[in-house]
């Protein structure tokens, strides 16, 4: 046992007397949290080509839970042989993604018609897609860094612009409506609904008939009173035209 040392006023010495073994405060060393990796091109196009196969499935698109809707794009996402040999991802990680994806491409979306509904004659899709990451960034205070993703997702439906482009043609955008699993998304109609507009067609047939017999009987009341109206003039002062659709008419009453 090693003698304790006492210093000039007497009192025990303790980093003396321990300083040549270890102080074991019985606590392990912390992990460090692993690095988040983050997502390249190759992996968002996809990750979006999932989404979009998976949202338009007509058999289980409508029917599917949040969980198996993810559940089905992770495998999606990992089963690609665009990512042979990449980590795979799990289901809340393309979720996280997704979510990202989705709400900076729609913002997109707005300022490139914005871009559109500025372009000048003469100015070519690149002027019209520098504009669109000016209005971007000056709305937004940070640069647009998904324009990949805005490119595979801009014929879709959803993000489609309304606009007008130089060259006449319009593109229509329609209004997201709420998805399984959380976001935004334009479905295919399943089942369900297909069978609920048949309903609603069978439903109104009755008052379209009647509406259309109502068209016709005007129609048909119209053409006897020009008819009279013609067979009242003499024949000697009818022009041609008059005389053609007199006949017209008598044809058309038989």
Request: charged share 20%.
């Given at each position: 046992m090693e003698p304790i040392s006492l210093n000039s006023?007497?009192?025990?010495?303790?980093?003396?007397?321990?300083?040549?073994?270890?102080?074991?405060i019985g606590c392990s060393e912390v992990p460090k949290p692993a690095e988040r990796r983050k997502w390249t091109t190759k992996?968002?196009?996809?990750?979006?080509?999932a989404w979009l196969n998976?949202?338009?499935d007509p058999i289980v698109s409508n029917e599917q839970?949040?969980?198996?809707?993810?559940k089905r794009i992770e495998e999606c996402v990992n089963a690609s042989p665009l990512l042979v040999g990449?980590?795979?991802?799990?289901?809340?990680?393309?979720k996280h993604r997704w979510g990202r994806v989705n709400e900076q491409v729609c913002k997109f979306v707005g300022c490139h018609e914005a871009a559109l509904k500025k372009q000048a004659s003469g100015q070519t899709e690149n002027d019209v897609m520098k504009a669109a990451h000016d209005i971007f960034f000056n709305d937004y205070n940070a640069k647009f860094t998904l324009e990949h993703c805005w490119r595979e997702l801009r014929f879709d439906q959803k993000w489609r612009s309304h606009t007008s482009t130089r060259d006449g043609a319009k593109e229509k955008r329609k209004e997201p409506t709420k998805e399984v699993g959380g976001e935004e998304d334009v479905r295919p109609p399943g089942v369900k609904a297909s069978k609920a507009e048949k309903r609603k067609k069978h439903f109104n047939e009755p008052a379209f008939d009647q509406i259309e017999?109502?068209?016709?009987a005007k129609n048909n009341l119209s053409k006897h009173k020009l008819l009279?109206?013609?067979l009242g003039k003499n024949a000697e002062t009818l022009s041609d035209q008059e005389r053609a659709l007199k006949n017209k008419l008598i044809s058309e009453m038989l």
């Open positions: 006023h007497g009192f025990v010495n303790l980093l003396a007397s321990q300083s040549s073994q270890p102080i074991d992996e968002d196009v996809v990750l979006i080509s998976t949202s338009k839970k949040a969980g198996s809707f993810w990449s980590i795979p991802r799990e289901w809340s990680q393309c017999s109502i068209l016709e009279d109206r013609l």
